[in-house]
């Protein structure tokens, strides 16, 4: 098993959220299988994102993707970022 935790900050969850809940066949396709999302308790426009993956492999394909870079411009992440991969 490998996870991914992405930290970002972004400029309205709620407009984020709907994006990414959207987006939830593409996470499944793309090797996904859990996901959670957490807000940040004094800044609720930074969240972490943890998703799980077979392999690490698995989870780097999947942030390589496309139409996930295009997703999170549609979402509106603000800056770039922060992905850790861990096994």
């Known amino acids: 098993m490998a996870l991914s935790l992405v930290l970002h ?3 309205d969850y ?3 959220r709907k994006v990414y809940d959207a987006f939830a066949d593409a ?3 793309g ?3 859990e996901q959670s999302v957490h807000r940040m308790a004094d800044d609720p426009d930074n969240v972490l994102v943890i998703h799980k993956f077979d ?3 698995a ?3 999947f942030f390589a993707s ?3 870079k295009e997703a999170v411009q549609r979402a509106g992440v603000q800056g ?3 992905i850790e991969f861990f096994e």
Do not use: I, M, S
Request: aromatic share 4%; glycine share 4%; no cysteine.
């Open 55 to 57: 392999t690490v492999d």
């Open 59 to 61: 989870a780097k394909a």
């Open 31 to 33: 090797g996904v299988t």
């Open 66 to 68: 496309t139409e996930l």
């Open 14 to 16: 709620d407009a984020w």
């Open 27 to 29: 996470q499944k396709d």
């Open 9 to 11: 900050r972004v400029a």
């Open 80 to 82: 770039e970022p922060r």
